[in-house]
């Protein structure tokens, strides 16, 4: 039954297609991915999220083996059970990003040490070959009374180096945001474990990965359809990519790799139950993914109401994801509106909220004769900008002021009506 697959017990699968969906000279790399649901029982309906268990990038993996000093099939206690050394990075553990946890036991773990030595100069005697005169230098606690240009920390003392790293919150937080455990073993190459289990004990436990479904499984029965933005970027001299989307898009071979997924219901997320009412949909980039299926599923059921997407993304030549499924919904009415917002195309930047704000009027009128409202994507930009621009079209069309404004926004639609529905992250 599918209410026995979850995170702890995945359904193991396949993907059928992995398509790029960007045009020529893209500088993203955003896939279409389909996974197969087979005989797991799984069921899904529209506004849901998958979780898919991925695997720590192959190099990544190695290059910590070869770090920890220990053989990559060595039998191993891992929290999935017996297992090697290999198998263990590979597959349980999150190790393409350093935790708090490893961060703040470095001062013990060096403590420990017993071949750090920290050499100080309290006296020093100079002697001039030319002309036979000397000079004498001696430490009096004082920093004022240093030599010139002399180095007051070692820069290669890794106690010193974990003292700054560890003094504060904020600063732990700034060491961990760009680096893995592999950095960390690299900065400091004196550091060691007793065994592979010792390591693992400061590592937490590799967790799935949630996406926005992109399909509705009335129009594709079996599968699970993403859209889905690879993250791919340097730090350290070492090029890197988001785990899971690193992982669909590097390691996983259609029709081959097997990997684990699992639903993730929504409560709120939905369609209105009337298919007579009105919907906008704001979804830049892979925002797009939950409302094509919501005009998926919309067109499969022949609802009545009227369906207007906003999409934004930089270059209508290389990011008008699902544009042939687009412009058929436009040609057949299934998509009343389709407003799209270019940023790079001209010369003054575009986003979605400009677009809002460009067609206040008629989202007002939208709103206000029952139409729900949704956004999909960022979370600390895009989300709240639209919702600021939502706000002020609400000020201004219906001609409440900001304050009354703001009370109907996030109170009246968003609380007491649901009709402000938000999926962002």
Sequence with gaps: MSKDWSMKNPYMTTISEKDILNGPGATKETRHVSILLGDSGLNYKV???IGI???NPEDVVNKLIELLGFNAEKEVESHSGTTTLYNALKKDYEVHRLNKKFVKALPDLFSNESNTVEIQLVKSER?????????????????NSLPKNYPTQSSNNPLAKIETITKDNDSIEDYIWSRDYVDAL????SLNFDSPEQFFSYLDKLKGRLYSIASSPDAHPGEVQLTIAIVRYN??????????????ADEVEVGKTKFGVYMSPTKS?????????NIIMVGPGTGIAPFRAFIEQREFDKSTGKNWLFFGDQHEATEYYYKDQIESWLDNGTLFKYTTAWSRDQAEKIYVQNRMLENAEEIWEWINEGAYFYVCGDKNYMAKDVHAALIKICAEQGGM?????????????????????????
Excluded at 127 to 143: D, K
Excluded at 238 to 248: E, H, I, M, V
């Design 127 to 143: 002697t001039n070959l030319t002309n036979n005169t000397s000079s004498t230098w001696e430490f009096e606690n004082n920093s």
């Design 186 to 189: 690299q900065e400091f190459p």
């Design 53 to 55: 268990i991925a695997e």
């Design 47 to 49: 506004g849901d999220a």
């Design 401 to 425: 002021g900001m304050e009354n404004a703001t009370e109907f926004v996030t109170q009246t639609l968003m609380k007491e009506e649901k009709r402000y529905l938000r999926d962002v992250y």
């Design 235 to 248: 730090h350290h001299e070492r090029d890197r990519a988001g785990l899971c989307t690193g992982y669909l």
């Design 269 to 277: 997320f939905v369609l209105p139950k009337d298919g007579s009412t």
